[in-house]
């Protein structure tokens, strides 16, 4: 069984697709009882989000306890609270490193609320990564909307130079915060996106390119809240379950 667990809420950046869950984090202990809870209902992976998940200070005891368990850990984040200095450690407990990718362009970037110089980070920190942990598995993630549609071609080209192994592209869907109220704005047309999947999937490269549309958004998915609440996720509707503290 996976699960996707929003470890924090908060972030430092501001993306106008961003459909994250506003809710409290909770303490080290209380997340310790979260987790043994996942190990017992059988969980063998867990995708930690947020907000940004290295925002929450004692997620690096968190990875290590969950390696423990023998269960899979994916970190998705903005990188911004990694550095050159500080990767090897934060990677060490981690078997997919999932970066967020949307644009090239510093000028874009900024627009769209994850930063100017958010690029020139990202680069330098991907060409390190596999030096640094050579098993560990590497992908970029792109929201793909109206501000990036024209921009997919170049964004790929410059991808090609990394060694990842996935490029996942995720339709951007309008389901809950942010994300929502930007609806008219960020949202494409399936005929756009249908463009695009035709296009992306005719490619031959050296990774993976996963496409990520509505249909998969209708399949059920397990979230773990930073208040500790399991909830379900289909079709863009929540549903909470239990509370695993
Ligand atoms: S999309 Fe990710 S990086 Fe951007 S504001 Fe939301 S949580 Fe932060």
């Known amino acids: 069984m996976k699960v996707c667990w929003s ?3 908060k972030c430092n950046r501001n993306c106008r697709y ?3 869950f506003n809710r409290q984090d909770l303490s080290l202990k209380e997340n310790e009882k979260v987790l043994d809870s996942l190990f017992k209902m059988g969980v063998k992976k867990i995708s930690w989000t947020g907000g940004e998940p290295f925002l929450y200070d004692d997620l690096p005891i968190l990875l290590k306890k969950s390696k423990e368990y023998g269960i899979i ?3 998705n984040t903005n990188l911004t609270t990694v550095d050159l200095d500080n990767l090897k450690d934060k990677i060490k407990n981690v078997d997919r ?3 967020s990718l949307d644009f090239i362009s510093d000028a874009l970037n ?3 609320g994850i930063g100017k110089d958010y690029y020139k980070h990202v680069s330098k920190i991907l060409k390190r990564v596999k030096q640094i942990k050579p098993d560990i598995i590497l992908q970029l993630n792109t929201v793909l909307f109206s501000g990036n549609i ?3 071609d170049g964004l790929y080209k410059e991808i090609c130079k990394y060694d990842i192994d996935y490029w996942k592209i995720i ?3 309008p389901i809950r915060g942010k994300a929502y109220e930007e609806k008219n704005n960020l949202s494409i047309e399936d005929d756009q996106f249908e463009k695009i999947l035709t296009r992306f999937k005719q490619k031959k490269q050296h990774f993976k390119i996963i496409i ?4 998969e958004m209708e399949k059920k998915h397990i979230i773990v809240l930073s208040s500790g609440k399991l909830i379900y996720s289909e079709n863009g509707k929540d549903k909470e379950i239990k509370s695993l503290i």
Do not use: A, D, P, Q
């Not at 990520?212 to 249909?215: C, D, R, S, V, W």
């Open 7 to 9: 470890i924090t809420s």
């Open 18 to 20: 961003c459909f994250r």
């Open 73 to 75: 850990n994916s970190v």
């Open 97 to 99: 490193l999932i970066i």
């Open 110 to 112: 900024e627009k769209y």
């Open 150 to 152: 024209n921009y997919m």
């Open 171 to 173: 339709r951007f869907l």
């Open 212 to 215: 990520h549309g509505l249909k």
